[in-house]
């Protein structure tokens, strides 16, 4: 589950999706919930998801007027005109009966979630693997 900027201007979020190519290839079974306000979520958005071959793996959830945003506390408090609504940049890792495994938040855009992070986190979670802590990354 991820809370972010859109895909169609955000050169990070995009950095990040690409970045999970591997996660994806390695994991037959990963999906992606990414929750956008309502205004962020576009055709631009759905076809670069869908140039990368990831359309049933990456799925969008509209959060009308940011209410689930500013319920977790994820909104920006002093956005700029093309944020608002925007969340700061959060992933959750859910296992598939819904417990977090992994938190990461970034308050500040310039410093972004390593994909390699979620990688190990996957790993985590595979059959065999422990997974008895919620990790929790160093979030900027």
Known sequence: LTF????????????????????FAATPDLRIVWVMSDTQINA?????????GLGDRILFLTDPKSNLIRQLGLLKPDPELIEVGVPHPTTLLLDR??????????????????PRALVDALANL??????????????Q
């Not at 631009?44 to 990368?52: D, G, K, P, Y």
């Open 126 to 139: 595979a059959p065999g693997a422990s997974s008895d802590e919620s990790g929790r990354s160093g979030g």
């Open 44 to 52: 631009r958005t759905r076809a670069f998801i869908s140039e990368l």
């Open 4 to 23: 972010e900027r859109s895909l169609d201007w955000c050169p990070a979020s995009k950095a990040r999706v690409l970045g999970l190519r591997d996660a």
């Open 97 to 114: 009966e819904g417990t977090i495994r992994f938190v990461d938040v970034r308050e500040n855009f310039h410093f972004w979630l390593d």
